[in-house]
């Protein structure tokens, strides 16, 4: 008897230390918990390790990649050094990304000046695309690389672009699809769209979308509208003075514009009105005024969409290239 007492008090007395004893380790069920920029109250124990920043993402399947990696959604400050010193001009407002978004629009203007065809430069952005993707191969797979890499252009990235894809690389692409598939004014308007008006939607954003109604998660009215406007002045500035200023072009035959500032209704819908061809068509400067609005239109609706979470970089000049071909198509 003397010795199952004994037995029962020491197992007691066990559990009563083991229970007593503090594990700094533990998260209690109260404690909300921080992970990946989302906050979550967990209704068990869990174990978490404190690094002072935010981890990169954990995978989200089992091979570790899904088709959201593509979204290139800004994380907080953390993981690219000079972010940490520059807060404000590089983290928050992006100045030195924004100021090569918008140096890109200017560039191709000058390419455009000078006489370079839309098919002489598509060429060279897909061999530009093939050297940068492999460097973020190497990335992805040599820390050490990537740790230069970032402290070289770590002003040019946005943090999601540490362990994810550069977005250079969905500027080059969307750059070349819409080069080389569109015709030549509808694929310039597409660069300049995507250099531009994402821009202008990216800065009004932030600076005034609070104030106003947010359409979708990260997208407010401020900036739709800010990229609706720009994408009217750049519609109105290339094809009411730009181009008839400038051009026409040696190899423009080749590559024709697909505006040519009158706009009509289409033949069945004109007939079934009773409409003869002058009363079914507009031009001159009222064809640009519509054209200059749709535009707009096209360019902050391709801004707002999330395409199955793909980069901006990459949907903007596609949708808005298809949205501008497709207008012309049916009133062109």
């Known amino acids: 008897m003397e010795t199952a007492r004994i037995r029962r008090l020491t197992s007691s007395r ?72 520059w807060r404000t001009f590089v983290h928050k407002h992006e100045v030195p990304r924004k100021a090569l978004h918008v140096s890109i629009g200017f560039f191709t203007l000058w390419l455009y000046i000078g006489g370079t065809q839309t098919g002489a430069v598509a060429p060279w952005l897909l061999a530009a695309l093939i050297p940068i993707a492999t460097v973020d191969y190497l990335r992805f797979n040599f820390p050490s690389f990537n740790r230069i890499y970032v402290m070289v252009l770590g002003a040019l990235m946005r943090e ?73 002045a750049t519609s109105w500035y290339f094809w009411g003075w730009l181009a008839p200023k400038t051009g026409p072009f040696p190899g423009d035959e080749t590559y024709p514009f697909m505006f040519t500032n009158i706009l009509r209704l289409p033949s069945i819908l004109s007939d079934a009105l009773g409409l003869s ?22 360019a902050a609706g391709s801004e707002v969409i999330d395409l199955f979470g793909w980069d901006d970089n990459l949907t903007i000049p596609v949708l808005s290239g298809i949205g501008i071909w497709g207008f012309l198509k049916i009133f062109g």
């Open 14 to 85: 066990r559990k009563s230390s083991s229970s007593s004893t503090k594990r700094p380790d533990v998260v209690k069920p109260s404690e909300p918990i921080v992970a990946n920029g989302k906050t979550t109250t967990p209704t068990t124990t869990a174990t978490t390790e404190v690094n002072g920043h935010l981890a990169p993402p954990a995978p989200a399947t089992p091979l570790g990649w899904s088709w959201r990696d593509f979204s290139r959604s800004p994380s907080p400050l953390g993981l690219i050094p000079i972010h940490r010193h």
């Open 160 to 232: 999601s672009e540490y362990s994810g894809w550069n977005g250079v690389i969905f500027y080059l692409l969307g750059a070349w699809i819409v080069l080389y598939f569109f015709p030549k004014d509808v694929g310039i308007m597409g660069v300049l769209l995507l250099s531009w008006c994402d821009t202008a939607a990216s800065t009004f954003g932030r600076l005034f979308g609070r104030y106003t109604p947010r359409i979708r998660r990260g997208k407010s009215l401020a900036g739709s509208f800010a990229a609706f406007l720009v994408g009217v």
């Open 277 to 298: 061809e002058a009363q079914a068509s507009i031009s001159g400067n009222l064809a640009l005024a519509v054209m200059s609005i749709w535009s707009g239109f096209v």
